[in-house]
């Protein structure tokens, strides 16, 4: 409990990502997917990976969060035998993204605890008796839109829960071009 506390609240004081490199983002997943596999066994539930290679250029500590949180919550949200997709492409509507997509078949949600699953503390009425604090999508969120990309998220009570990251692709090259140029701007204002 404190130590996600201690989490967000660092996250809601960072403003930039650092310790960014390169790494496969399809690996990152599957080992999360094992990492859980404790919990989603013993629910005799089937996680179903449908993964692109990805090498992403980004802080794999800080997304392997979001990944664990997210299915976490599938696994939790989904009653026993049930089935979890984890699935990893590129945006079809935008190739400059990646897109993770992880769909249960639980208990769904409605639209009013849709809107704020976000939020902090935040936890839906079937979920307080299951434990947690409701700091997990909290963290989540904050993670994603420090990386620059965003989280949907579409329910129905009693079929199932979908939720998107959208993640914009960035590299190492890009990145210290676009350093330099802020470099130049600056010291040409120090003229
Ligand atoms: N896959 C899902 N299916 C159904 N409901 C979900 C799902 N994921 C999240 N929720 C709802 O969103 C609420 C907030 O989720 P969040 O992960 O922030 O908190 P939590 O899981 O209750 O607690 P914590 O993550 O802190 O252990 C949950 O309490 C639950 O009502
Ligand atoms: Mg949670």
């Known amino acids: 409990m404190s130590s996600n506390i201690l989490m967000l609240s660092k996250l809601e004081n960072q403003e930039i990502i650092t310790d960014k490199k390169e790494f496969s983002l399809d690996e990152e997943l599957r080992r999360c997917v094992l990492q859980l596999q404790g919990q989603w066994g013993e629910k005799n539930q089937e996680v179903i990976p449908d993964l692109c290679e990805i090498t992403y250029y980004g802080n794999s500590e800080m997304l392997k969060q979001v990944w664990l949180n997210v299915i976490g919550n599938a696994i939790k949200y989904t009653p026993e035998g049930g089935t979890i997709e984890v699935k990893l492409d590129i945006n079809p509507k935008n190739e400059q993204e990646v ?93």
Do not use: W
Not at 105 to 134: C, L, P, W
Not at 149 to 170: A, M
């Open 99 to 191: 897109r993770v997509r992880i769909t249960d078949n639980g208990i769904g949600m409605d639209k009013v605890t849709t809107e704020r699953i976000f939020e902090k503390f935040y936890q839906g009425d079937s979920s307080h008796a299951t434990g947690g604090n409701g700091l997990g999508l909290a963290m989540v969120k904050r993670i994603v839109e420090l990386c620059g990309g965003r989280i949907r998220v579409k329910s129905e009570p009693d079929k199932g829960t979908q939720f998107t990251v959208y993640l914009p692709i960035e590299n190492k090259e890009k990145e210290d071009k676009k350093k330099k140029s802020l470099n130049a701007v600056n010291t040409a204002g120090l003229k």
